[in-house]
């Protein structure tokens, strides 16, 4: 049963995917949408398919390899889970596919629920890490619309994001020495004691980033040819409809529209693809209007259509118990 809580946020989601819906109509002409679809070269979307599913895999192999120190999980399990945790944020975009990726490593690998559900953040947070350091380069090589400070304020929140990383991977001593100090500063002993509690275990979490350099390296190499194939998706399918794009803009494109996954989706991210698509592609690369806005409704349909069918794969495969993980997800 829904919480009132999630229950809200999800409907709140939802106006807000048709108010964009309404948004991006104004600045687009729906008919010329139509026609240019209409055209399309069936033959070049098989790629697209098949970058969808190399996506998948690539970011598998690199959960698989983030969890090896401290947790032995077959790849084949990590693509299912996967598709079932896409398939899951899609129809419910409230993070619900990293929560049930938590729950299933909990329950079939003998781990604390807490802990498994910091991993898959963790792991999200990689890409987040791939996204601050790549976009800052792009944008100084590639022509945008995008104010030289927004450059800059990407390269700075990057620099102090990989410092404290440093403090609190490297220097876990010194880290715990500032938290007791900064929790003495606090005057209620509740908040005083959530604050230790809380710092402490992301401290211990985080000490699974660990690692040699030539392991970091890895996992940064397998996440950066994942982004490559979510921008060969949009290649392809700008290539079906006749139009062919520089690889590197769509590159830059891919890791500008993953910071929008931040932002409230409705579910099917109706809405919220098609604004930010035209946002990307039309406001800061001037690519026109309608052209882009034809890729991006094509390629949520192709989205749409492999999300539910390998997601209903992977979990039959995995023989997930959804209605019990939907419960866990939306219990009070």
Do not use: C
Request: proline letters at 3%.
């Amino acid at each position: 049963m829904f919480s009132t809580r999630n229950l809200v946020k999800i409907v709140l989601n939802t106006l807000l995917g048709i108010v964009l819906v309404f948004v991006w109509l104004k600045f687009v002409n729906i008919s010329e949408i139509i026609n240019t679809i209409s055209k399309v070269n069936v033959i070049n979307l098989l790629p697209v398919f098949i970058f969808i599913f190399v996506a998948q895999f690539l970011r598998s192999v690199k959960l698989k390899i983030f969890l090896a120190p401290v947790k032995k999980i077959r790849l084949k399990d990590l693509i299912f889970l996967n598709g079932a945790a896409t398939m899951l944020n899609f129809l419910i975009p409230i993070r619900a596919g990293e929560i049930a990726k938590g729950i299933y490593i909990s329950k079939n690998y003998e781990t604390p629920l807490s802990r498994a559900l910091v991993w898959i953040f963790l792991d999200r947070f990689i890409d987040f890490l791939v996204v601050l350091a790549l976009v800052g380069p792009l944008l100084l090589i590639i022509p945008t619309s995008i104010p030289d400070s927004i450059i800059f304020i990407t390269i700075i929140i990057f620099t102090m994001v990989i410092f404290f990383l440093y403090l609190a991977i490297f220097q876990v001593v010194f880290s715990r020495k500032i938290v007791s100090f900064l929790s003495k500063l606090l005057i209620v002993n509740i908040i005083k004691l959530y604050f230790e509690r809380i710092s402490n275990f992301l401290l211990d979490s985080l000490s699974i980033l660990k690692r040699k350099p030539q392991e970091l390296l890895l996992i940064f190499g397998v996440t950066l040819l994942a982004f490559g194939s979510d921008a060969s998706i949009w290649y392809f399918t700008f290539l079906a409809l006749d139009s062919s794009q520089n690889f590197l803009t769509l590159y830059l494109a891919q890791l500008l529209s993953a910071l929008t996954y931040l932002i409230p989706a409705a579910p099917g991210y109706v809405g919220s693809a098609e604004a930010s698509g035209l946002l990307i592609f039309s406001g800061v690369f001037g690519i026109d209007a309608n052209l882009s806005s034809a890729m991006i409704v094509l390629f949520h349909v192709l989205t749409l259509i492999w999300i539910i069918t390998f997601g209903v794969i992977s979990v039959y495969f995995l023989k997930i118990d959804l209605g019990s993980i939907l419960k866990r997800i939306f219990r009070k």
